[in-house]
């Protein structure tokens, strides 16, 4: 039925009624515009079902663009994540990095990552078509990352922005859209409004918006991933203390990434610090766009999210379990207790061994610092702890607004003034473990659970 309509109005010019002339307007608009076969179909049968309150709703009503960038479910219509709105927010967005430095855009250019998710890497590929089109170099990871690895490789190459492609824990249906600025960090105002401005002044899509050939290795396309992988590990070694003695520990460890990109990025961090292999999960190890085994894949549901690594860690006599959410940028970690039950830490208790661990390592490593010079930060939502134990060791801590975007341009203003970040956290199981990494960091999270 569909297909047949979809030839129909092909045919004749796009002829469609909804019984609203308006309406039929912007039906109209979209499917001249659009060239997804699946998105105008889905379109399609909206119409057809009789679904005009939805179409509606989708067309008239376009995604807003703020500080995290843009996350919706995927589907047809401004409201919603398809091929359409990425072009043309990375039209807007590349108009905007162009007002702002020009010359940098020109000779650095971005980085873009994705994640496993549905249309993941279609929606990269995509937002790297804009750029080079304009002649931006474009640092593209060929395959999927975790979404640290995106603000990592900003610094590391000095871009202009980055640009992920993830939904991080939501449900399957959403994707999104997120953006860092040429200091690492997630963009804060005014440069949200001045994004979503020079969007709605970019929306037109001609012919060669939609070629994706130009997405093919050139001079100034250039995969990261060996480079980003190696140099992001090596950052890691360096807060390694007792390496030589992590492989003689008994602590057996289950990790899961709950169908997300974390197992192999995990393997690596285990191995870096020379501790033994974790135990995988069978059923949640590999990347799965569909989440088949959870309700939501968010570690921070706790054990109904963990409800498989528990039986993983009791069937292998393990005490600790790791978890990461899809794109590997929280963590959770839940310990046996000795009734054989199981105990999730919270994003809080978390915070606070992790912060406390961070400065006793850092002090290992580095005993004639000057604790005075030493920072963290944490969300107002989150505890006071970091700020108690600040006081008694006489480290600054404060607070700011939720939202590693604040907690990481916080970093970057106290280390210009001369502090030495050591760690950020939100109660959300999100940590920022010193700032080669300005966002928060599941897989190096792991590392500061333990000294080394």
């Known amino acids: 039925r569909i297909q047949i309509l979809f030839e129909i109005m092909s045919v004749k010019g796009l002829d469609v009624d909804t019984g609203n002339q308006e309406l039929n307007d912007k039906v109209r608009s979209w499917l001249n515009l659009d060239r997804n076969e699946n998105t105008k179909s889905e379109l399609i049968g909206l119409i057809t079902d009789k679904k005009h309150e939805e179409v509606e709703r989708i067309l008239s009503n376009r995604m807003t663009f703020g500080t995290a960038g843009l996350r919706s479910r995927m589907g047809p219509g401004y409201l919603y994540m398809n091929d359409v709105t ?24 971005v980085v873009i990552g ?4 549905h249309n993941s890497q279609r929606f990269a590929r995509r937002t790297a078509s804009v750029f080079l089109r304009h002649g ?35 449900p399957k249906q959403d994707n999104g859209y997120k953006v860092y600025w040429k200091n690492g960090a997630q963009i804060i105002p005014p440069h949200d409004k001045g994004i979503a401005s020079a969007i709605l002044n970019s929306l037109e899509l001609d012919d060669d918006a939609w070629n994706l050939d130009i997405v093919k290795p050139n001079k100034i396309l250039r995969d990261p991933y060996d480079e980003v992988f190696q140099r992001y590990y090596e950052e890691a070694a360096k807060h390694s203390i007792t390496r030589e003695s992590n492989s003689s520990s008994p602590l057996k460890i289950v990790y899961t990434p709950l169908h997300g990109v974390g197992q ?34 968010n570690p921070e549901e706790g054990k109904s999210a963990l409800d498989l690594a528990m039986k993983e860690a009791d069937a292998n006599g393990c005490s600790v ?9 929280r963590l959770a970690c839940a310990e046996k207790r000795t009734d054989g039950s199981w105990y999730v830490f919270t994003g809080d ?73 050591l760690f950020a956290y939100e109660d959300a ?21 333990r000294k080394g």
């Open 264 to 297: 192999e990025f995990m393997k690596e961090s285990f191995k870096t610090f020379g501790l033994n292999e974790f135990v995988s999960v069978p059923l949640q190890c590999k990347p799965d766009p569909e989440f088949p085994t959870v309700a939501f894949p």
């Open 114 to 117: 994705f994640d496993a998710r």
């Open 321 to 329: 379990i790791l978890a990461n959410d899809p794109d590997a940028d």
């Open 136 to 170: 931006i170099p474009v640092y593209l990871f060929s395959r999927i990352t975790p979404t640290p690895f995106v603000p990592f490789g900003v610094v590391h190459y000095g871009a202009a922005a980055g640009i992920m492609v993830t939904a991080s824990h939501n």
């Open 349 to 421: 208790e978390l915070g606070a061994i992790l912060g406390y661990l961070a400065f006793q390592n850092h002090l290992l490593k580095n005993p004639n610092s000057s604790v005075e010079s030493l920072y963290m930060v944490s969300s107002t939502v989150s505890s006071k702890i970091l700020k108690s134990i600040a006081k008694v060791e006489g480290f600054l801590a404060e607070e700011c607004l939720t939202g590693f975007k604040w907690m990481a341009n916080y970093a970057i203003r106290r280390e210009a003034e001369g502090y030495k970040c």
């Open 86 to 109: 990425i072009l043309q927010s990375t039209q807007g967005l590349f108009r905007y990095l162009e007002e702002m430095d020009a010359t940098l855009l020109k000779e650095q250019g």
């Open 429 to 449: 199981i999100g940590y920022m473990y010193g700032t080669r990494v300005l966002d928060k960091d599941g897989i190096k999270g792991e590392r500061s659970q």
